[in-house]
């Protein structure tokens, strides 16, 4: 790594009554003041030429990875302002730099071009990148923003090492393969026999009696054959997730594009918004570019997943020993994402409806209720539903929502060797996409413990001991979907233990 900056320290009075000093007092600074925690051996900074100009002091300082040439900068102002001031009642004031370049390592070559901000230049030859920033401030220095670029240029060499890569799956388990009689997409099925209704919007759905039945069938069995056997409690939470909790949890700088944004009025001032109403009421349509001007910039989004809101709950907390592990899970709140291109039926959506448990414990304990909850879910999928599906280790979601680069060594580490961390994620078959073997088949279910992660992204703490945490995607419009493609829509075909969970449909409406 090597660090050179022009810039200049900044003084409240003229320097040529100390201009004859300066030379030894900064040659001295170079062997102690820089010298400060650079390890035996290794180089520290070096102030390359200087010049009094008025109240500047311009230097360039050229520096290695110990004492970087900018926290030196900072230490000649402090150090000299205390001499100058003794000496000639001059003090440091500020300062800046006109321009600063940085070279460092990257993992590999990259193969296409790696944008960031601030930077006014980005250049790489082979694995050395070669950064260069303009104009920089005290501030930008003192945030610690310098790092934080380094950080992200290599972050993005490496995300590229993953695009277009295959995610990485490990089969865990395979129900056998079933015969099906049913081979239609369950969701066109239901819109033609008047079970639901697009809308309102894009990406999303009306669902009607018949659909509403068997969605909440779907949330019974998951409470009543997984979640309370196992000793989860329910809580409420709330639809708005304030940025500050996705700035903990990532997400806001992973899927900040698939975010439904939230807008409070910028005032509830009657008379503000008085010109808005009386163009709806003459026009009979929103004025959007009107509505605009009265909205705030968005400080919080729609709920993108249960869990961040759950931990928030839990945050700078210390839970007592007997409550450990804690078991809860939220149904109340549905999810939003932003699909765009990839919506699809009732299984890809841009709202959908889930219950999401969460835990937390320590890992053993942890690592426990993962099994319980596997044969919970197995019961559920194999003797109740009576599906055909499959369990495997995926990449851990939290990669993809927090930004981070996902693929297949990333995977595999997060499982590590004896998998005590990791996301499993439940696929099933959906015949109407084609054979079992060539088709895609359908997550309709996950399963994750992410070690100490959002833990400490919300400093929740044990008596003793250091605390894990994990959740767990029931999707309700999920499992439905998987069970209605492959038993279809007529009630009389539906497996014994579903039945019992819904005896017989409510008949809902025919239209003329
Ligand atoms: N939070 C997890 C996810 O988003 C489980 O719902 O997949
Ligand atoms: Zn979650």
Redesign the pocket.
Known sequence: MRFELEGAIIFSADLAPAAAELDGILKEMEGTVLMKGVPEGEEGPHVGSWKADGPELKLTIVSGRHVRAHEALLRLRKELSGRLGKAHRIGGRAVRIDRYTIEFQVSREPVAEVRVPFASGLEFQGTTARLVLTDVTEDFLSRNYVDRLIALVKEKVDAQRYEGKEEFWEAIWESPALEHTYDMDPTEEMARLGWIQQGPGKGRWFFRPQAAAVIRAMERIALEEVLHPLGFQEVISSSLVPFEVWLKTGHMKGVANEIYYLSEPATRSAEAWEELSDLVKITREVPREKLADLLEVPRAGMT?????NIYWSFQKRTLADEDLPILVYDRTVN?FRYESGGRHGIERVDEFH?I?PVYIGTIDQLVELREGLIERYKHVFNDILELEWRMAWVSP??LQ?AGLAGGETEGADAGDDDRREG?IDYEAYLPYRGSREESEWLEFQ?L?ILGDRYTSAFTIKAQRGELVSG?????LERWTSAFLAQKGLDPSNWPQGFKEYLPSLPKGFTFH
């Open positions: 993108y997943a249960q869990c961040p999810s889930r999401e979601f939290y929502q996301t996950n994750s959740c767990s995607g029931i999707g």
